[in-house]
């Protein structure tokens, strides 16, 4: 199915949902909402972390109201299957980038490769690959890098729960190492792949990433484009908001309080865990909730 092709049907009304995309490789991100767009019939469509146009797997797609669901799941914990090449590193940390140092990781045992591993988990302090998203005085590190003015990016703080190597082939002068990823938002893989290579000293970039978890929707769960275009459909807003978070369920009283943007007295379910979902008495969903000094208060509202 070609990129940005015209779907050869009427869209359906816009219903509003969440779905559940297998990104392909060589789409971005914003080629997928694209396509969604015209599959939902409307323009009002984005997406909940970004993957970069060589990887695969879960793309969390919001339509109509369901767009305001995103922030808070672009936040939740995410795990990646992926290789990385030991021996060479590229400009971009992938293998979509230009090589720029070569150096033989014929020599990398695997107690050493499992010592570099164990070094990049926990909470961590990662720098951003050069060509990101990030925005630098405006503008976005990659325009900046593809300029030659690759901009000096802050480390910041995100968390590996795992990193697993979960199988190693040596190829002559590089070596390909398979890993599995449980991670915090915000964490690039490409940059464990830089920095795994720097630790052993031969450098290291990405050759593949898929992603099989966000939050609560695994790949199980996930549908191909050609699988939307021939049936598209959304998970509910109540259903998506549920498998996501805490629940609590309001009386009418507290439904029309919190309609209006009302505070009620927190229920602490939300205190250590971020948004609770606040659903009414007939169980549609009334808002997000976030709880702070004894009160609940919405942080999105819709009900309408």
């Not at 323009?43 to 995103?70: C, I, Q, S």
């Not at 992938?94 to 490769?113: H, P």
């Not at 009283?253 to 609770?276: F, K, N, T, Y």
Request: glycine share 12%.
């Amino acid at each position: 199915m070609a990129r940005g092709g015209v779907w050869g049907g009427r869209p359906p009304e816009a219903s509003t949902g969440l779905v559940i995309v297998d990104k392909p490789s060589g789409w971005t991100s914003h080629d997928v909402v694209g396509r969604i767009r015209r599959l939902a019939g409307t323009r009002r469509v984005g997406h909940a972390g970004t993957l970069d146009p060589m990887a695969t797997g879960v793309l969390v797609v919001g339509v109509e109201k369901a767009t305001r669901l995103l922030g808070h799941l672009a936040l939740t914990e995410k795990e990646y299957t992926g290789t990385i090449r030991l021996g060479q590193a590229t400009d971009t940390d992938d293998a979509d980038g230009e090589i720029i140092a070569e150096t033989s990781a014929a020599g990398v045992t695997a107690a050493a490769l499992r010592t570099a591993a164990a070094g990049l988990t926990g909470e961590i302090q990662q720098v951003p690959p050069g060509f990101s998203a990030i925005k630098v005085a405006g503008k976005r590190a990659y325009r900046l890098a593809r300029d030659g003015e690759a901009p000096e990016l802050e480390a910041r703080a995100v968390t590996v729960r795992s990193l697993t190597i979960s199988a190693v082939r040596p190829l002559g002068d590089v070596l390909d190492a398979d890993v599995a990823v449980t991670c915090s938002s915000g964490t690039y893989i490409r940059a464990l792949a830089r920095d795994l290579g720097a630790a052993l000293g031969v450098g290291g970039h990405l050759t593949a990433l898929r992603r099989t978890r966000v939050g609560p929707y695994e790949l199980s769960a996930a549908r191909t484009l050609d699988q939307l275009e021939a049936s598209f459909g959304v998970i509910p807003l109540a259903d998506a908001a549920a498998a996501a978070f805490p629940r609590r369920d309001l009386t009418g009283d507290e439904a029309r309080l919190v309609a209006h943007g009302r505070r009620l007295p927190a229920s602490g379910a939300g205190a250590a865990s971020g948004p609770i979902a606040a659903f009414g008495p007939d169980g549609a969903l009334i808002a997000l909730l976030t709880e702070d000094q004894g009160e609940a208060r919405p942080l999105a509202v819709f009900a309408p």
